[in-house]
């Protein structure tokens, strides 16, 4: 064979080697893309059945399911033990697990911080925000307070026998408590009363069994208005639908603003191709018309946040929420 012959051979077996690669490389996505959970997905709540977290989580499941978004279901499973503590340290046992997902509160910060937890946030993976719940403070309709004056009035009247009934201990309701009670001098007057879930406080005060509640809105909006009646909203700005509720900083206490986020987090070390599943998934439920809906009736802000922003809110809230509760004498 002479040199020119072998050179066009040499030359025609390259040009074939290379668009065998070419086409190899385009017929394989990478991990990233073809990432997809191939079993069902735990839906970690870390709160009772009932309450704001639990609502929120099957709503979410719902509206997946019904749109056909994920090839395997999510599977919502409460574990509110210790104030958020059992689904944290659950969700840290699950390092590197894709298959794992949790629906996290604000108690991702304060638990972690109060109970000396080998776990924080920076052991997850921010997947997304979803939204932000606002507060009320609540009293039985039965009661006949209109205004938050009456109410302080009433909780001095009752000489440190008065319940403020909330969701676990040292968690969201247990703060905001705390910080009625510091703002108008209450400090000793209120019994802090914990429940397993949100749902089972609103059932309580509608009953008549505590005096008064920090409940979110999609709480109490099922006892309203014949057994329960806001007073006042932890907002900057009044809820548009509450539009009669005034806010604390209306009333001269700006301090009495409080949100709890809705978030998504992953256990840490998940394949980076998961976590952009999930960050997706999350986009369109975000961005849903059912879910677009139901932060507007239930008052909740609805607050799309993934990737790098998120983390640097994360980070921001840690910081916060470790202020407030060096403020209260809670941590050092």
């Known amino acids: 064979m002479n040199s020119r012959n072998w050179t066009r051979r ?29 079993r069902p997905i735990e839906f970690v709540i870390m709160a009772g ?37 059992e689904a944290m340290l659950y969700m840290k046992s699950k390092q590197g697990n894709p298959h794992v997902i949790l629906v996290t509160l604000n108690s991702f910060f304060t638990t972690p911080a109060l109970r000396k937890l080998p776990v924080s946030y920076k052991n997850f993976t921010p997947i997304y925000r979803l939204a932000m719940d ?33 969701t ?25 009363v914990p429940f397993r879930g949100g749902g089972t406080v609103a059932k309580n005060l509608a009953g008549g069994h505590l005096d008064s509640t920090v409940n979110n809105p999609a709480e109490g909006l099922p006892h309203t208005p014949n057994k329960m009646v ?30 709890m986020m809705r978030s998504i987090n992953a256990p840490g070390g998940i394949p980076a191709g ?5 960050s997706n998934l999350f986009t369109k439920l975000c961005n849903s018309d059912a879910w677009k809906t139901y932060t507007k009736k239930k008052a909740l802000n609805r607050a799309c946040l993934t990737g790098g922003p998120l983390a640097s809110f994360f980070a921001d809230e840690d910081v916060k929420h470790k202020k407030l509760l060096k403020g209260m004498g809670l941590i050092k």
């Open 10 to 38: 040499f030359t025609h077996l390259w040009i074939v080697a290379l668009a065998l690669v070419i086409t190899a490389a385009w017929s394989l996505p990478s991990a990233e893309a073809a990432w997809k959970p191939t």
């Open 49 to 85: 059945k009932g309450g704001g977290a639990d609502r929120i989580a099957r709503l979410m499941q719902k509206i997946v399911t019904q749109n056909n978004w994920s090839p395997q279901p999510l599977v919502p499973i409460n574990k509110k033990g210790g104030s958020g503590a």
């Open 134 to 166: 606002t507060f009320l403070l609540w009293v039985n309709k039965k009661s006949g307070i209109t205004n938050v004056d009456q109410f302080v009035k009433a909780v001095k009247a009752k000489g440190g026998k008065w319940t403020m009934g909330g």
């Open 168 to 192: 676990g201990k040292m968690q969201e309701d247990q703060l905001v408590t705390n910080m009625l009670s510091q703002a108008y001098g209450l400090k000793g007057l209120i019994t802090y």
């Open 230 to 259: 806001p007073i006042a909203a932890l907002t900057p700005k009044r809820i548009p639908a509450f539009p009669n509720v005034p806010t604390f900083a209306e009333l001269g206490k700006p301090s009495l603003v409080y949100f």
């Open 274 to 278: 998961a976590t952009k599943w999930y």
